[in-house]
């Protein structure tokens, strides 16, 4: 029972988003040697089909549109509605990314189909799509199949291991009929100087008492950067003089979840952990074995913040640019 | 203006999860309103401050679900609407038994949260915007009104995206919208007295293929035991070269 | 012919100025009825005894050595020149009148001089700390009546002592030293100036002496002086039973729309006496640790604003003027503020009046109170400053739902999980896991217990204070006591929410905490929690609980009296003691830990400047510790800074939140390596034999 299985391309920052790679990975197997398309948005887009068709998509669909430079919901969601109307897909796939969360429930409710959102997995079984995702935020995980209609699923970047197919794909050049935009966007401000903002990061280095002083917030600050999160402290931390008191995180300061969270020279203390308690995965480095932070971390490294701190930023630099 | 709020009654975010035969059991559990939604119930209440709305709260949900609309209008809301749902239905569906819920009636601006804390699948408002034929803003994190058309920042992955969109449309709470007020105590009260409409699925007008739901839940299941927290060993920099591994193999976050 | 003349002008100024003093003193007592009228509980003798320590034993005001000697000479200085003023009045009319006390006289006459002499020393002197000395407190408040006062006083001896000196030069009579002394001195002085002369000056201080003391009388009323009128009823009016117990709110009463005080008439006469009875003395403000610390919060100004706003408000509401006479207070001398003055003027409805919260006091200086008493402890007049803060943060909380992020943060906490992080309530059992020396069966896991262990929220969750009631709990296992816990059935005591102004949380958790109570049977409570200790004690029997309640320092004194433990081991610290406000100023409680550390060998006691009913609160209490600190300075860290003056080597405490409070005060002063910080269940249990 093969599948023709539609990919929704998404670019940022002049790059293809890994998590459309991965998309593209989950596609070819879910096709079951049925069609894999993929759909590549906006001016210039077809610098990006050698790259789409390194991971098995037949066929790659270009809307050079000069509307689809920017993203607004009705622009794209007429477009991919024409792409799926033209190809027949069955299956639909994308990231679980800012345009993905966005278009994705939108397209779906106009083809009254269902959605499979926030995917970190994806299988066949007996030829249904079974998928797997987290609920409760990850407290526990369901799996969901369609009954009927379309399948439409976004899938949660970072989840699902890339596998090259390079084949020969043919380039569709199509032209959407896009009208009556009902949302102008007036401007897009990027939080690329302060960093980005603490309660939304999905990483946060934070620096408590042990940091010592402003300066020892740089390791810190790098390392965010290497990883795109943003930089939190202690109250102790901010008491001490060492950053502002926005970035202090506790039951008096800011709450956060982040999916994962580096205490660096922090003790644990409950008003502190009242604020971050929540996050997906923490990360402890205190040179102080005994230090209660230790018991909510899921790891830990018993070392001297200055050393650890740089050592990892390094680390993740490597690991980083080879994927 | 007409404000219209969909709101859903979710698990605290404290709460265990604990399955019984497939099913996340409800026992001595603690239900919230949906903290996404609770900003949306604010910056409706606000906005009724400012320039005077009428607000209306919608949830679809088995009775239990009452409650949150109670906190709704303490907090200042002025309708509830309760569709009793007790049997299947998806976002698909409940996109549809919102419409129907509604029908009839105008509302300029219809305010959901960016997602429910428990299903989490950031569906359902956009569905409906979709259903109701009006545009959408999602993940908001401010929202001013002037006249019939409003000026929207929402956050998209860290960067703010300012928009402008005419009324009616319909926006979904991201955190950072707003701080949400404690319910006094007159409004506690009040709000016991203010009309709470009650429908069934019987009651609306709905096809079959409206509830015929799209997509079955399978199964559901808890994550492995995490394990106590690992503190790891060995010289520094085997440490740390581990522990990337670690949190990009074992706990992908990276 | 004179003679006449000098009684009729005397009989109209006279007339005049009692009428004045009447009309202001009854404008007052209006005022004050304004206020919600509450049920009076005779207890006449605990009243009593309380109007002769405090009034007539000036009690309070010995806190102040110097202070307190000057207020005793004035106060009752005051009562025996009120005799002899009559005296000096009659003499006006009767030429050299005297009392008829036969041979006793002479003694009437030297006590007169002798007490008019002191008190006017104590006048100087008064003027002196206030001017010259620049005593702190009493420059907190700055303006003309102050001034009047020492000046009036001042004036009002001297014309005594002029008045008599004269007479005697008028009546032709040689001074007599021995009875007296002071006058005697004038008499001799102006001997020889011939009577007629002596005539004139007599009625000229006489007058002098008279005005003054009529002027005196009209300006009582108008300033603080008026405590002089108020604050013995104010002493014995006052709430009686435990101190710091808070008002009960009934929410069954339907018709109720308002909760807690966002009027001034909405207080209770009895709260509204105190504001008249202020003496604007500052020795609370003094005190104050958010005064001391840079926050707006003054207890004694909150008094003053209140005072003067209840004065305006109750001039507009009955159409009274509170300021007199007219051509005095037309230049505003005595109106404190410009509405007051105006509101004297113009009917009630024309004057836009203030709001109290937000105008008279900001919530910002309702917020930053640590309900420590402290204030309260200090007042020689008996003013409650704690009941109103919590009456207008109630109004705020439950009324208005308006308040810090943090506090609503800290109420839903408590509402969904019943402790103030959040942390999932079946987790609060935990802590007993974390160490396997100890046995703590849960109330079903036993069939019988003698006490039940109130672990509280900070024992439960706080990885810090979970090290206490271990070592709690491993004292009562070596003691041999049997104990339960309520384990995940426990719930938050409600004494936070209480002291936020959310009472109706509170008696929710009060309902249930002992419903769950009774449900086990409990007759004993023992916590490690002074403000669950005092809200269990002090607040729950109105409720209904019928128990027991211990702090665990009483316990573990009474287990080392009776030779159930027996600390043996060494402990060599010199520990800085700090007195938690709820276990001492709420309740007294200030050698029984002395005691204890006493018997610790090698524990030397080191005691803090501000000790016992004196301490300084830690900043922690009245629901400080889960709000952020912005303004001024730390409280923890000027606490911790007074303890570290004695270069101790441990700060000992008895409280989970004070610990905290100074644990983060000797991190922010680096000193956490040399300084530890230890309850005292935790220096017992490492003394104890292995
Ligand atoms: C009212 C109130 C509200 C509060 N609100 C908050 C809040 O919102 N958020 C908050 O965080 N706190 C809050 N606190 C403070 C809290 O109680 C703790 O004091 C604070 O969290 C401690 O900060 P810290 O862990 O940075 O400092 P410390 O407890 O001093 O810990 C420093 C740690 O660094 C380690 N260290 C030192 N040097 C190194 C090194 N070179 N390498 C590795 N590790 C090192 C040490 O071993 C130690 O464990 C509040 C307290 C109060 C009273
Ligand atoms: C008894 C039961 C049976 C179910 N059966 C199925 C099933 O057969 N198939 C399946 O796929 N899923 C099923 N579900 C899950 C259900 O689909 C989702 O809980 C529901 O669709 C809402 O989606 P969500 O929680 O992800 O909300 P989201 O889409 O994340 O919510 C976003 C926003 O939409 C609004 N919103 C969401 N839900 C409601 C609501 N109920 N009323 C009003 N506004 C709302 C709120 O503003 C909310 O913030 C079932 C759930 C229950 C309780
Ligand atoms: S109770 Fe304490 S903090 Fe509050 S006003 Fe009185 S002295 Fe100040
Ligand atoms: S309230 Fe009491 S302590 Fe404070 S100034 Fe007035 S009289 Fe003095």
Redesign the pocket.
Known sequence: MSKKVLVFVESKDGKLRNVSFEALTVAKQLAGGGEVIAALFGTGATEFVQEVSQYGSNKVYVLEDEVLVTYTTDGYTQALCQVIEDVQAEVILMGHTAIGKDVAPRVAARFGAGLASDCIGADLENGDIVFTRPIYAGKAFQKKVFNQGKVFATLRPNNFELKENPVQAEVVSFQPVIKDLRTIVKEIVRKTTGGVDLSEAKVIISG???VKSKDGFQPLQELAEVLGGAVGA????CDADFCDYAL??????KVVTPDLYIAC???G?I??LA?MSNSKVIVA????PE?PIFQVADYGIVG???EVVPLLTEEFKKVLVLS | MNILVLVKQTFDTEEKIVIQNGQISEENVEFILNPYDEYAVEEAVKIKEDSGAGITVLTVGPNRSESVLRTALAMGADKGVIVELEEQADEYAIAKIIKAAIKGQEYDLVLGGNMAVDSGSGQVSIRVAEELGIPQVATITKLSLEGSKAIVERDIEGDVEVIEVNLPFLATAQQGLNEPRYPSLPGIMKAKKKPLERFTLEDLELSEDDLATRTTVQDQYLPPKKQAGKVLEGEIGQQVHDLVNLLRSEAKVV | MLLLLNFLAFLAVTGYAVYLFVQLVYSRYLFVKLGKKVDFEPNLKERINAVLVNVFGQRKLFKDKKSGLMHLVLFYGFFIIQVGLVEIIIKGFIRGYEFPFGGAYKYFSLLQEWTVFLMLCAMVYAFYRRYIEKLKRLQLKRDAKAAFVIIALITLTIAILLTLGFEKVMLGQNPDFSHAPFSGVITAAFSGIGKAAGTALFYLFWWLHLLTVLSFMVFVPQSKQAHELFAMFNIFFKKVGPVGKLRKIDFEDDGVEEFGVGKIENFTRQQLIDLYACAECGRCTNMCPASVTGKTLSPMHLIVKMRDHLTETGASITSRSPWMPSFVSGTSALAPSLTAGLAAQETASTVEMPNLIGDVITEEELWACTTCRNCEDQCPVANEHVDKIIDLRRYLVMTEGSMPNEATRYFQNIERQSNPWGINRKERIKWREERDDINVPTVNEVKEFEYLFWVGSMGSFDKRSQKIVQSFAKIMNTAGISFAILGNEERNSGDTARRMGNEFLFQQLCHDNIANFQAYGVRKIVTIDPHAYNTFKHEYPEFGLEAEVYHHTELIWKWIQEGRIKPVKEVNEAIAYHDSCYLGRYNNIYDIPRQILKSVPGVKILEMERNKENAMCCGAGGG???I??TQGKRINVERVEQALDLSPTMIGSNCPYCL??LT?GT?AKEAEDQVRTRDIAEIVESSLAG
């Open positions: 408590g008492r042990g202690s109250r102790g931390a202090q995180i506790g039951q008096t300061g020279g922090i003790s203390a008003q502190h604020g480095i205190n040179k102080d230090a001297d913040l200055f | 400080r510790m889960w952020e600190e905290t409070m983060d991190k």
